[in-house]
């Protein structure tokens, strides 16, 4: 089997190739333009690699030359910079994606797993979020995430094109130095010595799950043929404060300042996942504890500084 995966340079992306290969009888094809994630950090894994954009129907339709199944995790997943400029997020997530599914139309690739979110696009809603609440997003990155699972959806039953959309919680685990995510953003300030900046008191909760959990989550996604949306993450609502209480036990005795900001328009206060269908339809259970992956996360982060 040939797995193609647009942003195949990113932190998960980088991080299911390796997964990806490790089985037999699968090859791997990433598709980035290396805005973020670099070609560099696929190094030592025998994948191919193609150096293009989403927005390139010409690129695209070479990249999907002999593919059998997507893994579309190719985005602009900022709230915050979706927030700042909502056409920019429009075009590369909507846009972007709706390229694809035409090429993948054209080609004929019948199975897609889009990388998708939950919070963002249910809005402000007493958790846990699952599958059948209705969508209200508070950002445009959620609104763009919404519109790609209606037309996963649309082409699913209009062109054969069999689509799962994935909707991630927050994601954190090694090789995501160069994300702006939470987990992230902390163990670097920690590095430079410079306080945690938080926006708001810290009560905000949040579903942190660990990337090689959320792989797996990927790879069931590519061996089934269930479409339609499915929550992935840990299960659990985790205070940020909490987080924090969590990140000081792994980086000790190293210590650290928390500096508290007001709250940012857009973001959701409390969001945290249902997982029942995930275990349901795809066989998926989160194995590794919060102190374990910030572990693993933190002692990557060390050795990569």
């Not at 690739?109 to 696009?121: D, E, F, K, M, Q």
């Amino acid at each position: 089997m040939l797995v193609l995966i647009t942003g195949g340079c990113g932190f998960i992306g980088v991080n299911l190739v390796r997964k990806l290969l490790s089985r037999p009888n699968v090859q791997v094809r990433v598709f980035d333009n290396e805005s973020l994630g670099k070609r560099e950090h696929l190094e030592g894994a025998a994948c191919e690699f193609i150096h293009g954009d989403i927005r390139d129907r010409a690129a695209l339709d070479a990249a999907l030359r002999g593919v059998d199944t997507v893994v579309h995790l190719a985005a602009d997943t900022r709230v915050m910079d979706s927030i700042a400029d909502p056409v920019y997020n429009f075009r590369i997530n909507v846009e972007g994606s709706l390229n694809l599914l035409e090429a993948m139309r054209a080609a004929k690739v019948g199975r897609l797993v889009n990388a998708s979110t939950g919070g963002a696009i249910i809005g402000a809603a007493v958790g846990p979020v699952h599958e059948k609440m209705v969508a209200a997003p508070m950002s445009p990155y959620g609104a763009s995430k919404l519109a790609v699972e209606g037309y996963c959806s649309a082409y699913s039953e209009s062109y054969g094109v069999r689509s799962v959309s994935l909707r991630f919680s927050n994601v954190f685990g090694p090789q995501s130095y160069h994300k702006g995510s939470v987990v992230a953003a902390f163990f670097k300030q920690i590095l430079q010595d410079k306080p945690l900046v938080v926006y708001g008191d810290g009560t905000q909760v949040r579903d942190y799950v660990f990337v090689g959990d959320l792989c797996e989550g990927i790879v069931r996604g590519i061996e089934s043929d269930v479409t339609g949306p499915v929550q992935l993450g840990s299960g659990k609502g985790l205070a940020l404060n909490d987080l924090i209480a969590a990140m000081r036990k792994v980086v000790a005795p190293r210590d650290f300042e928390v500096e508290y900001l007001p709250f940012r328009a857009g973001e959701v206060h409390t969001t945290y996942c249902d997982v029942s269908k995930a275990r349901d339809v795809l066989g998926f259970e989160p194995r590794t504890s919060l102190e374990d992956g910030l572990r693993e996360t933190w002692d990557w982060f060390n050795r990569h500084r």
